[in-house]
């Protein structure tokens, strides 16, 4: 089983002069489950190298067991400090991809040819890709085999437009994952703010926020589970 896990490389939230990237938890709690599971795992962003850590996600308030686990393993540390180009990937080597979320990836990978291409050639090859949080905003510019977007129809979550509210940055995010999602056809749902939310529809895996992390990766290795035994 081997699974691509895709990280931002973007590090500037908007014009604030703040950094964001990727959130820790949704990066930690995923790898955790799939190491366990016995997941050969490749991790990926577009520049390559140490992709760039939200500072909001790594404060004391934000930590989990899987992220403090991330911070007393250097081996994990390790394959963080050296990603591979996201370019000099093929759909054909991975099952599955996982996207972690963090506002980076809301400039970077939503726009990312590569990323585009890779999420369409996996699910048109009948493979799965899952999203947690921020991620599912990367399907912006996905399409279908039909040339519709490839969330049309299909049961999504993502980061809710309250928890953006709540975080304060409406204002700063290049566009709403709520909004997007439904301005796409997307048939969004969600459960109550901060709480863990995650559904699967076919190949099609999306979580609402960080604490939807361990679900939605439960569910796709529930999923890759499923297709072994097929």
Avoid at 27 to 54: C, H, M, N, R, W
Avoid at 85 to 91: T, W
Avoid at 218 to 227: K, N, P, S
């Amino acid at each position: 089983m081997k699974i691509l896990m895709v990280l931002t490389s973007h590090d500037e939230l908007g014009d604030t002069g703040r950094k964001t990237g990727f959130w820790l938890e949704e990066f930690a709690a995923p790898y955790y489950a799939f190491l366990e599971a016995g997941a050969d795992i490749t991790v990926v962003s577009p520049k390559g190298g140490q992709p760039p850590l939200d500072p909001k996600s790594d404060e004391p308030g934000f930590q989990t067991d899987q992220t403090r686990r991330f911070h007393a393993d250097t081996d994990a540390q390790a394959v963080l400090a050296s990603t591979v180009k996201l370019a000099s990937v093929s759909h054909d080597d991975y099952d599955a991809v996982f996207y972690p979320g963090g506002h980076g990836p809301l400039w970077d990978l939503a726009e990312d040819k590569n990323s585009i291409a890779l999420i369409q050639s996996l699910y048109q090859a009948g493979k799965h890709v899952a999203f947690v949080c921020h991620a599912p905003g990367v399907l912006r510019h996905v399409k279908a085999l039909d040339g519709t977007p490839l969330v049309q129809g299909r049961q999504v979550t993502g980061f809710k437009n309250s928890e953006e509210d709540g975080v304060g940055l409406t204002q700063v995010v290049p566009f709403l994952v709520e909004d997007m999602l439904k301005e796409n056809g997307g048939i969004y749902s969600s459960g109550d703010d901060w709480t863990s939310y995650a559904v699967q529809d076919g190949l099609l895996i999306t979580g609402q926020n960080p604490g939807s992390s361990v679900e939605t990766a439960g569910i796709l290795l529930a999923a890759l589970a499923a297709a072994k035994a097929a």
